[in-house]
T-cell receptor
Framework: AQSVTQLGSHVSVSEGALVLLRCNYS??????LFWYVQYPNQGLQLLLKYTSAATLVKGINGFEAEFKKSETSFHLTKPSAHMSDAAEYFC????????????FGRGTSLIVHP | DTAVSQTPKYLVTQMGNDKSIKCEQNLGHDTMYWYKQDSKKFLKIMFS???????INETVPNRFSPKSPDKAHLNLHINSLELGDSAVYFCASSRTSGTHEQYFGPGTRLTVT
């Protein structure tokens, strides 16, 4: 069984500030972990993924995430927010070598103020 | 080249009607999915389908049915539409092997009046 918890349905930051979106997961087997981004009126697109290689994963648009097994976390960060980062962000987990069907978190809406 | 495409992008219809949404992927993936996204952006998986199995979310009404004419297509049929079916529906695809990342279509906004 697997589950994902995204803390905070909305996160508000100023342009240029640090972005931190939190994701905790539960999985009975080694996980694959993903962050997807959904811009307004668009589908989801993959931002980055963890697949048991490096624990610090870099993605597109300056985002990165760190897999911490001891904390069962996969938080998403970006050093400096841009207005264009305003979107819905989803964390997801699937089972490495197991079920290919992912479980998605409820999403976090990132709001960027000028 | 669009990886996952859906048609139509918008669909407005009346209660009781039957409608279909089409989905095609050109990524060579072996599995396709349908998701429903409600007004609060919550993503609910409805179906997962490949040539070996169809997995249905038990909460999905049997008015909804997936139809796959071939590996590159997974259409969604909805019978007797209800007001609560209004949502954005996303098609996605992935591989059952490898790292499971999903590729999503642009979505179909269904409005039932």
């Amino acid at each position: 069984a697997q589950s994902v918890t995204q803390l905070g349905s909305h996160v508000s930051v100023s342009e240029g500030a640090l972005v931190l979106l939190r994701c905790n997961y539960s999985s009975s087997v080694p996980p694959y972990l993903f962050w997807y981004v959904q811009y307004p009126n668009q589908g989801l697109q993959l931002l980055l993924k963890y697949t048991s290689a490096a624990t610090l994963v870099k993605g597109i648009n300056g985002f990165e995430a760190e897999f911490k097994k001891s904390e069962t976390s996969f938080h998403l960060t970006k050093p400096s927010a841009h207005m264009s980062d305003a979107a819905e962000y989803f964390c997801a987990v699937s089972a490495a070598g197991g079920s290919y069907i992912p479980t998605f978190g409820r999403g976090t809406s990132l709001i960027v103020h000028p | 080249d669009t990886a996952v495409s859906q048609t139509p992008k918008y669909l407005v219809t009346q209660m009781g009607n039957d409608k279909s949404i089409k989905c095609e992927q050109n990524l060579g993936h072996d599995t396709m999915y349908w998701y429903k996204q409600d007004s609060k952006k919550f993503l609910k998986i409805m179906f997962s389908y490949n040539n070996k199995e169809l997995i249905i979310n038990e909460t999905v009404p049997n008015r909804f049915s997936p139809k796959s004419p071939d590996k590159a297509h997974l259409n969604l049929h909805i019978n007797s539409l209800e007001l609560g079916d209004s949502a954005v529906y996303f098609c996605a695809s992935s591989r059952t092997s490898g790292t499971h990342e999903q590729y999503f279509g642009p979505g179909t906004r269904l409005t039932v009046t």
